[in-house]
């Protein structure tokens, strides 16, 4: 039987508290979860993993210059953010001329490859920003046209009109529609005198240094690239930096008895999670997780097609924001994509994946010994 979840009640989008323990572990694919439109405006703040994040919690890495400059350069335009909005202060109304358009760029772009902290920077720029958390959005690109597609464009256009600051984390260049519709946004945005900032995917094809040149960037966005400085942030995957191997997956047992012995924990086996997952739409990922304190999953293996491997991109992202740890028989994470995926166009989304469900797994060893 389908478990339908509230989705009210929470704070700024933070997931409730599970629930008792003692009544076993629960199972994602019994979930079914409804979104309201209201929950999406809402839940535009930095995820749980980053609540907690500033520009000072930042580790530049010493042979990386750019790090500690991208630090300097945010901290300033964060606080060039302050006092009136740019459109003059309240919402315009209908009738009101438009607001001049800048002249200097109130727009940043965070040039770099997975994992070298653009997201831990991004939220601190929201966090630094002098305004009340209503004026200042953040949220993936796919939440952004989740957003769109739930209250439609001239009415997202309103709500986030009057807003400060607009963060959007892995700003996504792999559909054209996609792009168009939230380059279109953002140009009336900018016109409303909201400030923007953002971090990038690669494009199909786009193989490189894995990761979305910022020329590129300002191309595809085309008339917005006025209002974006361009901000290079060099350096390696700072989740692979000094720290152990991904430690091997467990067996079935011992992946069940952690769950059982785990409050709030989920158990579900691999291959019948993903069929779930092609029943959820994607925005409705972390509300798929809301009260789960750990994810067991058994008998995990190689991801069979793309559409499959790219719903999971998500989940992993989703599992990731919210902190929680990824107990798992079966296969390696490393293991999950083909090598056709991996050298693929959508290849920077599959390592950023096994990078942070490698984390994920390491934050969970520590229940098998419970």
Known sequence: MSTSLSTSG?????????????TGPQALCAREPRVPAERLVAEMVPPPRFDSVRFDTYDPDPGQPSQA????VLSGFAAGLGG????????????AKKAPVATTPRGVYLDGGYG???THLLASLWHATPAEPALKAFGTFVELTNLVGALGFQQTVQTLGGHRLLCIDEFELDDPGDTVLVSSLLS???????????TSN????????????AADFLREIQGLSAHFRPLRIDG???????LPEAPAPFSDEQVTKAAYATEGASLDD????LEHLAKVHPSRYGALTDGIAAVCLTDVGPVPDQSTALRLVVLADRLYDREIPVLASGVPFDKLFSEEMLNGGYRKKYFRAISRLTALARDAKPLVSQ
């Open 69 to 72: 400059e991208a630090v300097t």
């Open 10 to 22: 929470s704070t700024y989008g933070r997931p409730p508290i599970a629930g008792p323990a003692g």
């Open 84 to 95: 009136a909005h740019a459109s003059g202060g309240a919402k315009r109304r209908w009738f």
């Open 236 to 242: 390696q995957d700072y989740r692979h930096r000094g």
């Open 202 to 213: 690669t494009l199909p094809g786009k193989l490189g240094e894995g990761r979305f040149a």
């Open 116 to 118: 070298v902290g653009k």
């Open 270 to 273: 691999f291959p019948g999670l």
């Open 188 to 198: 009336r945005l900018v016109e409303q005198g909201v400030a923007l900032a953002a």
